[in-house]
């Protein structure tokens, strides 16, 4: 008897434990995050369709950081405390602030879209948010910047975006960590700093701030959440709470199209498009094998707030061959402008628009709308192909003008037509003969046309 006693108290538990790993298989089969609105390749693409359509818009870092001008992240470059940071918030005041301006030389320069900077790391709110002091109308300057904007940039028809830190210098319960102005060596100090720093309450005030973004100033087309560094002394999904932060999101603005920079990467729903920041793509970038959609994000100089005293400032030219070499990869291009802490474009930041915009006004045929070409047509050297694929026309980009000819291999028996893009005046070719007798070859005016980078127009067959 005492062993059939034993028995059955083994086979209980073993039961039990059968039972409970049952159960947590269950759990971790189920897609964890269904909460996401779940939509088919073909139905995000087309929500994204304004988008990819538009390639080119204009990112816009603001905040306190304009004053000391040497680089947005500079509280954490010096380690400044709040105190220390406060003087900048003291005497904030952009009275040369008139956001028309700002999407007036958007428009022209000839971006699509913008997204500003609501709060970036240092905590600093342009707007006039309910659940913080730490604000632009708290300044002497005393206005809600976002309301302005938006009207603004709408007025110039261009789709408006926030972009919103999840990492956040000023918040008292957002918890030390390795990219804080007062990161520290040890888990002691650590432990002793963030004693009393709730992230709870931290993860409710983004809540709270996202809804207000989204809720209170129209149809926001774009929100930038920035960013994850997951890891020992790090944040990531779980200290955001992203989904449910995402998830609010898409249920107040169910067009919304998002950057994958919430630690989502692996989560249906958990992004829109990726973001390469500060460098060229070798090709289209790929998730699982697939072709995404990708934006890369670029400064005029390095960094994104206003820094006066950089002097590495890249070419229009460079800007251009950026813009077009992104579409050629079937990307955009969100090109930055830190205003001035008077609330200005910086003079070397118009120049580069303007130039822009001269070359957009003649060869934005060959950007908006277009993507990589098929595979069946060669670049020649020294050329960036892109290509619309509704009027399936091709636009050679010549980066680097040619004497008098060029050669198109193997496109003879492609080509209807070849004009100018400037100008709408027609390139002459005629056909190579033996080998090369599906070869085209141009013959193109011996002056470069006065633009830029001249870009050809083929109409294909
Ligand atoms: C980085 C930087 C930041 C900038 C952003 C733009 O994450 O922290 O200063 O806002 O990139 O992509």
Redesign the pocket.
Known sequence: MPDLKVNTAYMKTKTSTILIAFLLLLIISQPVHSQLPRETEAQKMQRMKWWTDARFGM?I?WGLYASPARH??VKNHERLTNDQYQKYFDVFNPDLFNPKDWAKMAREAGMKYVVI?AK??EGFCLWDSKYTDYKAPNTPFGRDILKEYVEAFRAEGLKVGF?Y?L?DWHHPDYTIDSNHPQRQNSDTAYARLNKGRDMSKYREYMKNEVRELLTNYGEISII?F??SFPGKNGKGHDDWDSENLLKLARSLQPGIIVDD?LDLRDVEGGWDFT?P??YKVTKWPEYNGKKVPWET?QTFSG???YYRDETSWKSPSQLLELLIESVSKGGNLLL?VGPTARGTFDPRAQERLKAMGDWMKFNSRSVYNCTEAPAEFTAPSNTLLTYNPVTRRLYIHLLAYPMGNLTLTNMADKVKYIQLLNDASEVQFSKGRGEAANDLNLSLPVLKPPVEIPVLEVFLK
Do not use: A, K, L, M
């Open positions: 990112f870092h947005e992240w900077t970036h790391h972009y830190s990492i930038w920035d960013f920079r973001t920041e500060q994000c960094s994104w707030g930055n």
